[in-house]
């Protein structure tokens, strides 16, 4: 009696493919002990940053100052003030002398109406709130604040920076480290190189992209806490922008990454292989920190595919981009996106079996 041969099971669709893949792309990150301290350092070193920031803030806080029923009204309006009401003028003196206040305002019969007591010292601050100044006109007012604005822009800059370079190496290292043990042999009789490639790019966008926005809530999050909801009004839709910026601009690093790597079969070959693309992702963050007050440079940034993530956000936030704008800058970064995917899908699917030394770009693009 023969036995029935057994049916070879049928293989996977592209897509089924590209999702398995993906999610062993995933699962492999997540259980690693290393993704997980970087990404708890990186929100804690964004909540970090919003709590200080706030603390330094609130350093500025108000001097107390005794006032007495006739001098109350000299320090309505002077926002660093804070004042303490004295019944007379005895009882604001003994609290200078308490240390409960830092100085006293008591009736005179000189110009003002009005005399300080203080304890040791002349209370400057106190003097400068009570001085009258001139009324100043800025025939060039700025927008948004020096410090703030490279703060932000550090901010997107370094994101996108530490992101795309960290989950585009690890694609990388990835895709070398299959070709060097032989490994890709074995995956590609189970899935086509095109489900692959998508695959490893889904899977590593799915975690950039999860990061990016823990990011965000996290910052959202520690400005809400911390009651600075008025810089989170001005930074809620540049941070919006960014994150879907992001998601697109590291799909068309991803496929630069991964194609690159594909040329190359031993992991001593890596950097030198990638330093081109490497300074596709540096360069939006040195020209974001050097140039975020010129506006002719970010408007440039904005509209070119690789550097679009961190320009676009940056000018959204200072406010000087059109509603339009981040809408056409966005189209121009997909349709490049797409490109890039199907010439780096031709690259991975010629050179993932090559072995030895690296081969050439031009000579992968004119193979048949």
């Known amino acids: ?4 041969p057994t049916a070879r099971p049928s293989r996977p669709s592209i897509v089924r493919a590209a999702l398995m893949v993906a999610e062993r792309e995933i699962l492999a990150q997540v259980r690693t002990k290393s993704f997980l301290i970087s990404t708890g350092i990186m929100l804690a070193i ?3 940053s919003i709590i200080a920031g706030a603390v330094f803030a609130g350093n500025d806080s108000t001097t107390k100052v005794a ?8 320090v309505v309006g002077a926002e660093s003030i804070e004042a303490v009401d004295a019944p007379d003028d005895a009882a604001a003196a003994q609290l200078v002398r308490d240390g409960e206040v830092s100085a006293a305002l008591v009736p005179d019969d000189g110009v003002l109406g009005f005399r300080i007591l203080a304890l040791d010292a002349e209370p400057a601050e106190l003097v400068a709130a009570l001085s009258v100044s001139p009324e100043v006109e800025l025939l060039e007012p700025a927008d948004t604040d020096e410090g703030l604005r490279y703060l932000v822009s550090f901010g997107f800059g370094i994101v996108f920076l530490m992101s795309a370079a960290g989950f585009g190496a690890t694609i990388a290292n990835n895709t070398v480290q299959e070709k060097q043990s032989r490994v890709v042999e ?3 009789a189970a899935v086509p190189s095109r489900a692959l490639l998508a695959g490893k790019i889904l899977g590593n966008s799915v975690l950039a992209f999860g990061q990016t926005a823990a990011i965000a809530a996290t910052a959202v999050i520690g400005l809400v806490v911390t009651g600075q909801d008025d810089l989170l009004g001005i930074l ?3 941070l919006v922008w960014f994150v879907l910026f992001f998601l697109v601009g590291f799909v068309l690093l991803a496929s630069i990454y991964a194609a690159s790597a594909s040329l190359v079969s031993r992991m001593e070959d890596v950097n030198s292989t990638l330093s081109p693309v490497m ?3 540096m360069t939006p963050y040195f020209l974001v920190v050097f140039f975020n007050d010129n506006e002719a440079v970010l408007r440039v940034m904005s509209y070119v595919p690789f550097s679009a993530p961190v320009g676009m956000p940056v000018r959204l936030f200072l406010g ?14 997909a349709v490049t996106t797409v490109g890039v995917i199907a010439l780096g899908a031709k690259v991975y699917e010629r050179s993932l079996l090559r072995t030895g030394p690296r081969v050439r770009l031009k000579e992968v693009l004119r193979a048949q």
């Open 1 to 4: 009696m023969t036995a029935t």
């Open 46 to 48: 964004v909540l970090g």
């Open 67 to 74: 006032v007495v029923p006739g001098t109350a009204d000299a």
């Open 186 to 188: 074995l995956l590609l």
């Open 236 to 238: 809620g839709a540049p």
């Open 279 to 281: 300074m596709l992702v």
């Open 320 to 333: 000087t981009a059109a509603w339009w704008e981040p809408l056409i800058s966005l189209v121009i970064l």
